[in-house]
């Protein structure tokens, strides 16, 4: 049971490349979000996924996009990457969409936009 | 606009002693309260939790308080081990309406000396 896992760990980007942030979790969730930590800033909420073919905007979506794939997997998708995008992006997962519910991290990926 | 401050980056006690890390929030709406502790190059992890019903939660050695008036909770360790040394983050919610849509602080790191 290896819980939330992230690929890749690390990534340097180019201003202008594009990649995706994979995310994916086996305890069967329904609800899944991404997060960036900046230093200073704690974490702030990119994205989230209530459920399997639903997703909503977060506080700090710009410049991003995601895609519930199935119900383990949800991606994230930077077009055209920006130096402000350098963080720490991290993936997490709980069973329901509710405030008691504990939400589940994955390690993270560093990534450095030059 | 932080809606969720940790006011202290930092905190440094002697093994045994009490840990006090603090929180102040400024939205009435948040009415779920969460701590999340995070070692480096690893995703935050579920520590302990307090609904605004209650003013008190305890979990072994970690108590969470909560002064609604105030808008200010806090987490006690007690006794402290050098294996809490990581950062904290408290977090917040609007409850059932918003789901867990967290709204984090900033983070404040402890470190505990043997």
């Known amino acids: ?114 | 606009d932080q809606q969720v401050k940790q006011n202290s980056p930092s905190l440094s006690v002697q093994e045994g002693r009490i840990s006090i890390l603090n929180c102040d929030y400024t939205n009435s709406m948040f009415d779920y309260f969460l701590w999340y502790k995070k070692y480096p190059a690893e995703g935050p992890t579920f520590l302990i939790s307090i609904s605004s019903i209650k003013d008190k939660n305890e979990d072994g050695r970690f108590t969470v308080f909560l002064n609604k008036s105030a808008k200010h909770l806090s987490l006690h360790i007690v006794p402290s081990q050098p294996g809490d040394s990581a950062v904290y983050f408290c977090a917040a919610s609007e409850g059932e309406t918003s789901g867990s849509r967290l709204t984090f602080g900033e983070g404040t790191q402890l470190t505990v000396n043997p």
């Open chain 1, 1 to 114: 049971n290896a819980g939330v896992t992230q690929t890749p760990k690390f990534q340097v980007l180019k201003t202008g490349q594009s990649m995706t942030l994979q995310c994916a979790q086996d305890m069967n969730h329904n609800s899944m979000y991404w997060y960036r930590q900046d230093p200073g800033m704690g974490l702030r909420l990119i994205y989230y996924s209530a459920s399997e073919g639903t997703t909503d905007k977060g506080e700090v979506p710009n410049g991003y996009n995601v895609s519930r794939l199935n119900k383990r997997e949800f991606s994230l998708r930077l077009e055209s990457a920006a130096p402000s995008q350098t963080s720490v992006y991290f993936c997490a997962s709980s069973e329901f969409l509710l405030a008691w519910e504990t939400q589940y991290f994955g390690p993270g990926t560093r990534l450095l936009v030059l």
